[in-house]
């Protein structure tokens, strides 16, 4: 019904900088919160960022200063600006959207996820 896709992620020095994107398709009605999420070798998953549909954002104490999350609500679509890249983001990112797809069904949606590796 609803696939959310990820793109972007690559391999990457130490302090540089990549932008991922996820977009989702289907059939929605509309798109809650959509947020982004990580889960680094030998750690669980953990939350990056999130922002509600009226732009809201909330971020991992980690990744403040550095992350910045957006959405195109026309599009779908969430973003994250990744800069000043640390070895310690090096994990498989992976995107959640809260999608309302009938009048009365709504359920959060992932991504399959895409690869950030930071190392020189």
């Known amino acids: 019904q609803v696939q959310v896709v990820e793109s972007g992620g690559n391999l990457v020095q130490p302090g540089g900088s990549l932008r991922l994107s996820c977009a989702a398709s289907?059939?929605?009605?509309?798109?809650?919160?959509m947020g982004w999420y990580r889960q680094g070798p030998g750690k669980q998953r953990e939350l990056v960022a999130i922002i509600t549909r009226g732009s809201s954002t909330n971020y991992a104490d980690s990744v403040k200063g550095r992350f910045t999350i957006s959405r195109d609500n026309a599009k779908n679509t969430v973003y994250l600006q990744m800069n000043n890249l640390k070895p310690e983001d090096t994990a498989v990112y992976y995107c959640?959207?809260?999608?309302?797809?009938?009048?009365?069904?709504?359920?959060?949606?992932w991504g399959q996820g895409t690869q950030v590796t930071v190392s020189s």
């Open positions: 289907g059939s929605i009605v509309r798109i809650y919160d």
């Open positions: 959640n959207a809260d999608v309302q797809y009938t009048i009365n069904l709504r359920r959060p949606v």
